[in-house]
């Protein structure tokens, strides 16, 4: 059993940055990958980012690639996921996920890949 606590989120103007972490416990992740989602209300759930825990390869959606950035630290077993050159669309409820590794990154995408997660926290990007 993995527990995951995200915290970070809240209300930052277009252009700004945010960082959201996310604290696991109950098993470590070396065999896991974690992941980013994010959802707004009546529509459906969107891979951000992932992490392979161990090794620490990354992958990102190609919305977010070059503005965010997921890393993890290690000792802490709490995974990061750094927000910058944030938009409007990007308001939502963020997720924080655990799985097994998939074989390829890709796999990642899939939300089906993970077994745990977090609460969600509101980032909110005002104009």
């Known amino acids: 059993q993995v527990q995951l606590v995200e915290s970070g989120g809240g209300l930052v103007q277009a252009g700004g940055s945010l960082r959201l972490s996310c604290a696991a416990s109950?098993?470590?992740?070396?065999?896991?990958?974690m992941g980013w989602f994010r959802q707004t209300p009546g529509k459906e759930r969107e891979f951000v980012a992932s992490?392979?825990?161990?090794?620490?390869?990354?992958y990102y959606a190609d919305p977010m690639k070059g503005r965010f950035a997921i890393s993890r630290d290690y000792g802490k077993n709490t995974g990061y996921l750094q927000m910058n050159s944030l938009k409007p669309e990007d308001t939502a409820v963020y997720y924080c996920?655990?799985?097994?590794?998939?074989?390829?990154?890709?796999?990642?995408?899939?939300?089906?890949?993970?077994?745990?997660w977090g609460q969600g926290t509101q980032v909110t990007v005002s104009s």
């Open positions: 996920a655990a799985g097994p590794r998939p074989v390829l990154p890709s796999f990642s995408r899939n939300s089906r890949q993970y077994d745990y």
């Open positions: 109950g098993r470590n992740l070396n065999d896991y990958v």
């Open positions: 992490i392979n825990w161990g090794g620490g390869s990354t």
